[in-house]
């Protein structure tokens, strides 16, 4: 059983991702999993943010369903699906440390892909965009990050900002049914972190309303450089103590 002190943290860390979700589209994983590292055992950090984000991607996916490009992304659904059980057996079998040390060295290396991204194409996107999928979905369920190169992918294709938020939605959520199928399948819901779910899923749905009201008015110069500088910040805060401790 968790305390009351993860499950309030756990809760508001998520809510905060969630925020990030409804404001630019992306970074569920990147936002939380560095934080959550502090306090939570990696097992069950990935397969917590995993299942709520089910629900943050299933609220953009509603907002933002006529943005949909079906017919390019049917394809990196089905990829999506494939991929999740490598993610679910790395989970189940990589030792506690290695997966904290993993998780903030992709963590630092797909934020700076975020924040140094230039402009760019996608060559042979019918033939690039699935293996992106199948890669990202691997990751995603495994390590619970994997979002960022979806986005660069995206981004690539010049599709503006409801476009790729309505394809990582569709992308995502896909994955992340999958996921949760393949986490029961191998038995990784336990009772700490069912409860550790149903005490973040308010909390998430309460941060996306949020973003929705408030995104008009950010300022997106100030907001995301925040957000990075967070997570660079956690990420080598996890990977410094991994590293102390081994």
Do not use: C
Request: charged share 10%; aromatic share 8%.
């Amino acid at each position: 059983m968790p305390d009351i002190f993860h499950v309030v943290v756990t809760s508001l860390v998520l809510m905060g991702a969630a925020f990030v979700i409804g404001a630019i589209g992306f970074g569920f994983g990147l936002t939380t999993s560095p934080l959550l590292l502090l306090i939570l055992e990696p097992q069950t950090v990935v397969i917590v943010i995993n299942a709520v984000a089910i629900i943050a991607f299933s609220l953009v996916l509603v907002e933002t369903r006529e943005h949909l490009r079906n017919r390019e992304l049917a394809p990196m659904g089905i990829a999506a699906v494939l991929g999740t059980p490598i993610g679910v057996f790395a989970l189940s079998t990589l030792d506690s440390a290695v997966l904290r040390i993993s998780i903030g060295v992709l963590v630092l290396v797909l934020t700076a892909m975020v924040v140094f991204n230039a402009e760019w194409r996608v060559p042979y996107p019918r033939i690039s965009g699935p293996i992106l999928g199948f890669v990202s979905s691997a990751f995603t369920t495994g390590l619970a990050i994997g979002g960022p190169i979806l986005v660069l992918f995206f981004l690539g294709r010049r599709m503006d900002r409801q476009n790729v938020r309505a394809s990582m939605a569709f992308f995502f959520t896909i994955m992340y049914v999958a996921a949760a199928i393949g986490y029961a399948i191998q038995g990784l819901f336990t009772v700490e972190r069912l409860i550790l779910i149903a005490a973040a899923a308010p909390a998430v749905a309460l941060g996306y309303w949020i973003a929705i009201k408030l995104t008009g008015r950010m300022n997106e110069r100030v907001f995301r450089p925040t957000v990075v500088g967070v997570i660079v910040i956690s990420s080598l805060v996890v990977i410094g103590r991994e590293i102390t401790a081994l």
